[in-house]
């Protein structure tokens, strides 16, 4: 035996991607916040761009929104952040609404308006929100679904500007965003409003970061409130002491006004938001939140619609604690006992002696909490809507009328509701007696509460920066019914064995952390249930078998997927860790010639 030592056989070198050219940036809406200028790749040549495909229904897109800020400012020179507007809802491919949306919103950048998702399907691109980075040259060098990438989109991003600095092919300067013209107005984009025991009305004015407290005329402005202290509230309820909770929605906390002398104080949250992992009960101050966008006092607590997360919470103000009341944080609309239910950006409630309603968004849905019968329990029910895909303007019977993410409800003295029906710009009503939905009123401008005065309704005008008053009809507007199914394509997918991969690459100097158990997590259902024969459950890789029923042609898979990663240095006894996750709604449509493989990118590219 030759005592040399032998040479290792050399790896194979690794097969080099092909460099795929970004497609063109097309939308029929066309550009905003470029002063009017129409924009190509060719003018961002020489800039790292992150395309953000956003809609602005969309919770966890207004969380990337916020992701992005900080890496925009401190890149400035080098980076272009465009967003690109690919509606979910008929409402959000109106060119109005996509306007309104980035003032209301405060996007600083491009964005690009694509009502029939042209670009959204030349980048391939499965949900909301997914990032693309492209480098100077104008290659796709990464795709991200979900939160939780900008550290990873930072890193690369400064990969990239090394690189190309090197290479000459940097240009750094300004970027094409051009600020749009400030309007003068009491309200902008109002979102919630209470009536103060004054008769004066309390209202959250979003854009503006304030409450505004209005005279009984709706109108006149008595004086703003905490200036510099909220970011974007919403909710707002009266607690039985006379003070006042508001859900400071951004700011992922909940704070109370004393409206006698001005004072605001935040009693629950830490105004970091609440990711997977986190604690979901404890002392108030102490536990993450995530978007609340509503409160309600029912049955002696604080009850939060946390839109963030998909779920119920409470608040406790004797006790100072806040715990999960319903939801599991997975997206849809599954009824049943509170801990097994799902909710999808739960945005309004409104308080009964028996029941807590609830305007589910993004599920057009009108639900409710109750006790369970003969149990310490809550239980979920649903008086209108069927799941994420189906929405419209559909009077009658509950069980086949339709609502368009409405965001406001609203009890009304003879034990019926108003539904704020946002994006039908309208005022509908559901009466539990009869179970028929019924529209009290129309041409509403993005309605996203409404309150009782004296007999009449005020209604929040959200995008027409206003409060309306109405008179209760006796009798409802007639209106002709329209209904609509999501403006996205079913992937065709075969009959059988469907291989799913969702696809997630530990960003740059990362890894995947393992100290605890498994550092990833994949749960897929489906709509209807019988869709799948097999594959439905919690497991945790990032793959799964599944088996179609070949008696069904269509539904909707639900696929949530989590992966946490860490940053690998040995030296570094407490390494930052960084979670990543998305849920989608793919429709599938089952043929002949269909795909055998489902492939969902999380983070990176598929191969």
Same mark, same amino acid.
């Given at each position: ?37 129409? /924009? ?13 495909? =956003? ?21 400035? $020179?080098?980076? %272009? ?118 008769? +004066? ?12 407290? /209005? ?15 909220? &970011? ?27 409206? *006698? ?13 609440? =990711? ?41 103000? *004797? ?35 028996? &029941?807590? =309603? ?10 409710? %909490? ?53 994006? +039908? ?38 995008? &027409?920066? &206003? ?33 799913? $991969? ?43 078998? /599944? ?24 030296? +570094? ?32 590219? $598929?191969?």
């Amino acid at each position: 035996m030759n005592d040399a030592a032998q040479a290792p056989t050399p790896a194979p070198a690794p097969r080099k991607r092909a460099r795929v050219r970004a497609p063109e940036l097309i939308g029929k809406g066309g550009w905003l916040n470029t002063g009017g200028k129409e /924009l190509t790749l060719a003018d961002l040549r020489g800039k790292c761009v992150v395309v953000d495909f =956003w809609t602005f229904c969309c919770v966890n897109c207004l969380h990337v929104l916020d992701e992005l800020r900080d890496l925009e400012e401190k890149h400035r $020179d080098t980076l %272009v952040v465009v967003g690109v507007h690919s509606p979910k809802f008929v409402h959000e491919a109106e060119h109005q609404a996509v306007v309104d949306a980035v003032e209301r919103y405060e996007v600083h950048h491009p964005v690009l308006d694509d009502p029939e998702l042209a670009t959204w399907k030349q980048y391939a691109v499965r949900a909301w929100p997914t990032l693309v980075v492209i480098d100077p040259e104008g290659y796709v060098v990464a795709q991200h679904a979900g939160e939780g990438h900008a550290n990873a989109i930072r890193t690369l991003v400064e990969e990239l500007e090394a690189e190309h600095e090197a290479k000459g092919t940097l240009r750094r300067g300004d970027g094409p965003y051009v600020a749009p013209e400030p309007a003068a107005t009491d309200l902008r984009f109002p979102g919630k409003a209470i009536l103060l025991p004054s008769g +004066n009305l309390l209202v959250s004015d979003t854009t503006r970061h304030q409450l505004v407290e /209005l005279a009984a005329d709706g109108e006149t402005v008595v004086r703003r409130i905490g200036e510099g202290v909220f &970011r974007e509230p919403q909710g707002l309820a009266q607690l039985p002491d006379g003070r006042v909770v508001v859900a400071d929605t951004v700011n992922h906390a909940l704070r109370v006004l004393d409206p *006698e002398t001005g004072a605001i104080e935040r009693v629950a949250g830490t105004g970091k938001q609440w =990711w997977q992992g986190s604690p979901t009960s404890g002392p108030a101050l102490d536990v993450d939140l995530s978007s609340p966008w509503d409160v309600a006092w029912w049955q002696g607590k604080v009850w939060i619609a946390m839109a963030g997360v998909h779920q119920l919470w409470t608040y406790d103000p *004797e006790s100072g604690t806040v715990e999960v009341a319903a939801g599991t944080t997975n997206e849809g609309l599954v009824d049943g006992p509170a801990a097994e239910a799902w909710f999808a950006q739960p945005s309004g409630l409104a308080a009964t002696e028996d &029941r807590l =309603w609830i305007a589910d968004s993004e599920t057009s849905a009108l639900r409710w %909490v109750e006790r369970e019968p003969d149990a310490d329990g809550y239980v979920i029910r649903t008086a209108v809507g069927t799941g994420l895909f189906d929405f419209g303007h559909r009077d009658g019977a509950a069980g086949q009328a339709l609502l368009q993410h409405p965001l406001g409800v609203t009890a009304l003295p003879d034990g019926s509701v108003a539904v704020s029906d946002t994006y +039908n710009h309208a005022l509908r009503r559901y009466d539990p007696a009869t179970g028929e939905v019924s529209t009290l009123a129309t041409d509403l401008r993005e309605p996203s509460d409404a309150v009782l005065v004296d007999g009449d309704i005020v209604v929040v005008e959200s995008a &027409r920066h &206003r409060l309306t008053r109405l008179r209760l009809p006796e009798e409802a507007v007639q209106v002709e019914a329209v209904a609509h199914r999501t403006r996205r394509e079913a992937t065709e997918v075969a009959p059988g064995r469907l291989r799913l $991969d969702v696809v997630f690459q530990a960003p740059t100097g990362q890894k995947l952390d393992e100290r605890y158990g498994p550092s990833t997590r994949l749960l897929v259902s489906s709509t209807p249930p019988e869709l799948l024969l097999g594959g439905e459950g919690t497991g945790t890789d990032l793959f799964r078998e /599944l088996d179609l029923n070949p008696e069904l042609t269509e539904g909707v898979l639900h696929v949530s997927a989590m992966a946490a990663s860490c940053d690998d240095d040995p030296a +570094n006894e407490y390494p930052a860790c960084h979670v990543h996750q998305q849920d989608w709604g793919v429709p599938v449509k089952v043929t002949e010639t269909g795909v055998a493989r489902l492939p969902l990118i999380l983070a990176g590219l $598929d191969g």
